[in-house]
């Protein structure tokens, strides 16, 4: 069973940096794409970021694009979220999911594309 497990989150003033890690844990898996999405309060589940676990191709929400940055390490079954210029408007809950099935049609950025997620970390950006 794959757990996976977020961290990096924290309290940064705007114009900030953070970088969160995702890392696999538990019995080997195969999983076919990763991506991070992020929720604040009253609000619905956001798209942010995905990466395909082979050949690394990567997508971005429109409201980062230019500012975060996903990353895979493969030694480490971890995925990264590196953000830059953070605002007010980033604050929420990020969270880690992972695409564990093949599938040619995948394209990772809705969250019903996710097989299994993490239990969130909070960012919050200070104005």
């Known amino acids: 069973q794959v757990q996976l497990v977020e961290s990096g989150g924290g309290l940064v003033q705007a114009g900030g940096s953070l970088r969160l890690a995702c890392a696999a844990v538990?019995?080997?898996?195969?999983?076919?794409?990763m991506g991070w999405f992020r929720q604040a309060p009253g609000k619905e589940r956001e798209f942010v970021a995905r990466?395909?676990?082979?050949?690394?191709?990567?997508a971005y929400g429109s409201s980062v694009r230019g500012r975060f940055t996903i990353s895979r390490d493969n030694a480490k079954n971890t995925v990264y979220l590196q953000m830059h210029s953070l605002k007010p408007e980033d604050t929420a809950v990020y969270y880690c999911?992972?695409?564990?099935?093949?599938?040619?049609?995948?394209?990772?950025?809705?969250?019903?594309?996710?097989?299994?997620w993490g239990q969130g970390t909070q960012v919050t950006v200070s104005s």
């Open positions: 999911a992972a695409r564990l099935s093949p599938d040619s049609l995948w394209v990772g950025i809705r969250d019903d594309e996710y097989d299994a």
């Open positions: 538990g019995s080997t898996f195969s999983r076919y794409g």
């Open positions: 990466i395909r676990w082979s050949g690394g191709s990567t």
